[in-house]
């Protein structure tokens, strides 16, 4: 059983920066993949960003390239999401999750834990 929490949501301005973080509880997270996703008002959850158990893989979604990265401490069981050069369309709550294996999915069927969520908001 891995616990998820997010933190380091909050009101920035477009073209600001946020880190979010994702701290597990377990001894077993590096053997989880994990992923970042959002939901916005109205829509659905889209992934953002996965991650391999490692860290050696990574993908994005179109949206966030160039702009976010994600990235993990093992030693410290937490994800993270750098997100850079924010725009109001990034406004959403974000989620992390996980899923059991080393390669990470963009498929949210995929992964076995999710956290509670963290809210950005960018405004114009």
């Known amino acids: 059983q891995v616990q998820l929490v997010e933190s380091g949501g909050g009101l920035v301005q477009a073209g600001g920066s946020l880190r979010l973080s994702c701290a597990a509880s377990?001894?077993?997270?590096?053997?989880?993949?994990m992923g970042w996703f959002r939901q916005a008002p109205g829509k659905e959850r889209e992934f953002v960003a996965t991650?391999?158990?490692?860290?050696?893989?990574?993908y994005y979604a179109d949206s966030v390239k160039g702009r976010f990265t994600i990235s993990r401490d093992n030693a410290k069981n937490t994800v993270y999401l750098q997100m850079n050069s924010l725009k109001p369309e990034d406004t959403a709550v974000y989620y992390c999750?996980?899923?059991?294996?080393?390669?990470?999915?963009?498929?949210?069927?995929?992964?076995?834990?999710w956290g509670q969520g963290t809210q950005v908001t960018v405004s114009s």
């Open positions: 999750a996980a899923r059991v294996g080393y390669s990470g999915s963009y498929y949210q069927y995929e992964y076995d834990y």
């Open positions: 377990g001894r077993t997270f590096s053997t989880y993949a």
């Open positions: 991650i391999s158990w490692s860290g050696a893989i990574t």
